[in-house]
């Protein structure tokens, strides 16, 4: 008879969420995360329909809202993470996102560009420099170990809520008529508002420690000398002066190019270039979602290891330009053929996108310093909005405009920042292990 204990049993995923929230500042970030991204998946599902078909805006007038928003959110990265360096985290991003809920139920009395436009910037705004503070506060009120766990648990909770919200969002679809898309928006921006109210219980320890707000003058009258150390350190560690970090948050804007590809590139293949029926765009959207759902919080297991977090990145890349190429395929081909290889791409594409994100995580987390956790994230969470921006112009200058040939640069992209976020990796290990062996 077998001596050993019972085989483990495997845990389900909600049971996996669930255990998560016996940290308190999860919890609060679930919570929050759960309420205010239903109201925020409503308000995708509806934005562009509500610009033109209800504002009468033009395709073009829509796309400059959106660009411009994004462009806000760009610059409110930055800002969040010098806030957050400086002030409560958990005070900041319980305001800007109160606020951008608020900005955003505004938009059920905008009336046109002008009125669009300036929401639409205020509100992004305000969202990005609370989505700053909250990575802030994951980056100090978590041990390094369970950072990229939390990360993983709240995008997984993101993609449940915004799929209800999106089934929410369809009854204003349904009516398409105004005062239907007005109520719905408001119920959105209410959603977010309500989820920010959480994130006031998060303790204290997330915030960033207290610094010498002015300088200490010594008898004599001059600065004292600890209070200018404390103020050259401070600068010293800004991550401007981080020319690793900076060459990751590169590295990683170019590969999260990659959601570019799903939101623009594969719907414009599809309808252009495949014989696929134009329905396939939902189906691609609700498999992403799904597997996101199923596999990114055990997937991204272990991933706090730079290493780990190097090869997972690596992986990655591979899928990815796996998927490029299979897209490319789809062209010309009879629809039964054409619906199966778009779902193989699909699969491709879901498991690069989740190594890349628990790849990133772990590497923005762990890569950057301690001390200046705020600044460290506003700079990362920029380079992937530039990347966001960019990455229409990119993909419609390549898989669009080449075919088959703009889909291998595309891989040929993929693959070239993966492997040099390994090499990143890589280096920041052997580093790591060798100042080890010069303390030991």
Known sequence: MSSA??????QGLWHRLTASMSDPVLRALVTATAVSRIGRGVFLTVTVLFFTQILGLGAGEAAVVLAVSSAFGVVASLVGGWLADRWSARRIAFVCETLG?????SYALAGDFVSALVLASLSGFFDSVGHTARSAIIARGLAPERRVHARAVLRTVTNLSIALGSGIAAIALALGTAPAYRSVILLAGALCAIGALPLLRIPSSADAPKRSAAPLRTTTGSIDTVVQRERS???RRSPWRDPRYLLLTVLSAVFGMQFGVAELGVPLWITQETNAPTIIVSVLLILNTALVVLFQV?????THDIRVAGRVTMIAGWLMAAACFIYA?????????AIAVLIAAMVAHTFAEILSQAGAWGLSFELADPVRAGAYQGVFGMGFSLGALASPMVVNATAIS???AGWAMLAAIFLAAAAGILWIARRAAAAAAASGHTAA
């Open 5 to 10: 204990g019972p085989a483990p049993v495997r």
């Open 101 to 105: 809920g608020l900005l955003l139920a």
């Open 233 to 235: 350190d401070w600068r």
């Open 298 to 302: 055990r997937v991204s297991r272990g």
């Open 329 to 337: 395929l789809a062209a010309g081909l009879p629809t039964w053929a």
């Open 402 to 404: 080449f075919g088959f």
